[in-house]
């Protein structure tokens, strides 16, 4: 199956920083998303962003299909950005399954 | 609109015990998935529905039985619990056949297995 890898595994900043997380994966796919899980557990999506560069608010994404990577671009972080960003991949199709990283855990600080 | 509820949230089971996680969806999506998070991992596919009337093994279906009731819902079943799928499960839905692939995820039911 497909792996999927996400690095840094634990990021602290200060707040106003900004920070790039990483997601490489390792064959074709042409479905890719970003969510965040806040502290509390709740799973948000951020992008569907299987190829290209799409920007909402502070955060940004690139999906370099060709070269099985994407980016995501927090800037100016704020303390409600910690929690944990998943990277997740799949094939697209009817049933659109999904595989995940194992996250970026980011802790945002004063 | 609720988007996708959950229930339990929480939930205490002995081994051997058995139980049924209630998902429920009101945005009209075909396509509905069972998860399990593991501490420090990321969310494992135990089964999925592509529409209703069918459903399929995920990467984890070891251990579990899925319905699709009807298109709203979805259940995931566990005939006798053990320690090891002590878990936070999450139901997802997404949108129409080859478009809005966007997943959406409910807040999770909590289970520990005695």
């Known amino acids: 199956g497909i792996q999927v890898e996400q690095s840094p595994p634990d990021l602290i900043l200060q707040e106003g920083a900004n920070s790039t997380l990483r997601c490489n994966f390792s064959d074709s796919v042409n479905n890719l998303q970003w969510f965040h899980q806040n502290p509390w557990g709740q799973l948000i999506n951020l992008f569907y962003?299987?190829?290209g560069t799409k920007q909402n608010g502070r955060l940004s994404a690139t999906t370099v299909a060709t070269e099985r990577y994407s980016l995501l671009y927090i800037s100016s972080s704020q303390t409600t950005d910690s929690g944990v960003y998943f990277c997740a991949v799949g094939l697209g199709g009817t049933a659109s399954k999904l595989t995940f990283g194992t996250g970026t855990r980011l802790q945002v600080t004063l | 609109n609720a988007g996708v509820t959950q229930t339990p949230k929480f939930q205490v089971l002995k081994t051997g015990q058995s139980m049924t996680l209630q998902c429920a969806q009101d945005?009209?999506?075909?396509?509905m998935y069972w998860y399990r998070q593991d501490p420090g991992m990321g969310l494992r596919l135990i089964y999925y529905s592509a529409s209703e009337g069918t459903t399929d093994k995920g990467e984890v279906p070891n251990g579990y039985n899925v319905s699709r009731l009807n298109k709203r819902e979805f259940s995931l079943r566990l005939e006798s619990a053990a320690p090891s799928q002590t878990s936070v499960y999450f139901c997802a839905t997404t949108g129409s056949l080859g478009s809005y692939n966007e997943q959406f995820f409910g807040p999770g039911t909590r289970l520990t297995v005695l």
């Open positions: 945005m009209n999506h075909n396509s």
């Open positions: 962003i299987p190829s």
